[in-house]
């Protein structure tokens, strides 16, 4: 029975993504509320303990939905090649290379 749920989870998820009127950042940040119920289901139906990392952790992922939810252009602006380019040489992004990086740097090693 879980799996047919969870497949027709991933169905319903798909099929979300052919919505025009819904940005693609909204069904991905409300598609990580799974997270939060598999960490209900997993205390509740099968007695894992409960710790303050996992509350901790399912609030990070509810503040991050509310807020891109919140957040989200309506009107998206097309993404083409050259604005890409555009995005990834800007500071942040390149911060972000840096960061990523360093981590699995740091983790491979």
Request: a negative charge; aromatic letters at 12%.
């Amino acid at each position: 029975a879980g799996l047919v749920c969870m497949i027709a989870g991933e169905v319903g998820n798909l099929i979300s993504y052919g919505d025009r009127n819904t940005p693609t950042a909204v069904i991905t940040a409300v598609g990580c509320i799974g997270v939060v119920a598999n960490l209900f289901i997993a205390t509740v139906f099968l007695g894992e303990p409960f710790r303050f990392r996992d509350l901790f952790g399912g609030s990070l992922v509810v503040c991050g939905v509310i807020l891109v939810t919140f957040y989200c252009p309506n009107n998206p602006v097309p993404l083409s090649p050259e604005r890409l380019l555009q995005y990834m040489g800007e500071v942040g992004a390149i911060l972000i290379y840096i960061l990523y990086g360093g981590g699995m740097v740091t983790l491979f090693f």
